[in-house]
């Protein structure tokens, strides 16, 4: 089972910086890697797919880089909305597997 | 309008089984695979498997077999999951979601099912 890593697991900072949220793989995972951004309460909601394309509706700001086990989501003007909770998913190998979470909290 | 709308949350006891419901909406149902996520509180979320509703095809995690199944009615648009020997260990948020139409990552997603196992 792929083993996907994120760091940190909180980042603190204020509306307007610029954001940028790791996650690594224990082995390769081509670029078959999804971000999604969860809020309390809800559903996970799809960012970024295929490491690098924005889903339907999702702003300009969100952005996604990296290839084989290093990835990279990132915002790059936060807004008020955006501190949530941020997933990489894997779509490489089954079983497709989660990291535990980097949690985007205001400074 | 895409939507899964999924049962209500449930309560049980240790060594019962609970099924939830994944009923779809404004989409062809057989047309894609429903998968089953679920995330225990404060933790990643965690991939249980998947149902072709066409065939009845299924597909689950190793750490669930012989504890999960996954079966559908495609008469009315209804996926079902049913865990068996609930423990402690098992309380969650379920979720059913499918994936989008030009890629293969979960786009829409169920509101969720609170499953709480307590005696």
């Known amino acids: 089972e792929i083993v996907l890593t994120q760091s940190p697991a909180t980042l603190s900072l204020s509306p307007g910086e610029r954001a940028a949220l790791s996650c690594r793989a224990s082995?390769?995972?081509?670029?078959?890697l999804a971000w999604y951004q969860q809020k309390p309460g809800q559903a996970p909601r799809l960012l970024i797919y295929d490491t690098s394309n924005r889903a339907t509706g999702i702003p300009a700001r969100f952005s996604g880089s990296g290839s084989g086990t290093d990835f990279t989501l990132t915002i790059s003007s936060l807004e008020p909305e955006d501190f949530a909770v941020y997933y990489c998913q894997q779509r490489s190998n089954w079983p497709y597997t989660f990291g535990q979470g980097t949690k985007l909290e205001i400074k | 309008q895409v939507q899964l709308v999924q049962s209500g949350a449930e309560v049980k006891k240790p060594g019962a089984s609970v099924r939830v419901s994944c009923r779809a909406f404004g989409y062809t149902f057989n047309g894609y695979y429903i998968h089953w996520v679920r995330q225990a509180p404060g933790q990643g979320p965690e991939w249980m498997g998947w149902?072709?509703?066409?065939?009845?095809?299924?597909n689950y995690v190793q750490k669930f077999q012989g504890r999960v199944s996954m079966t559908r009615d495609p008469s009315i648009n209804t996926a079902y999951m049913e865990l068996i020997s609930l423990t402690s260990d098992d309380t969650a948020v379920y979720y059913c979601a499918k994936y989008g139409v030009s890629h293969y990552y979960m786009d829409v997603w169920g509101k969720g099912t609170t499953v709480i196992v307590s005696s």
């Open positions: 149902i072709n509703p066409k065939s009845g095809d299924t």
């Open positions: 082995q390769s995972v081509s670029s078959y």
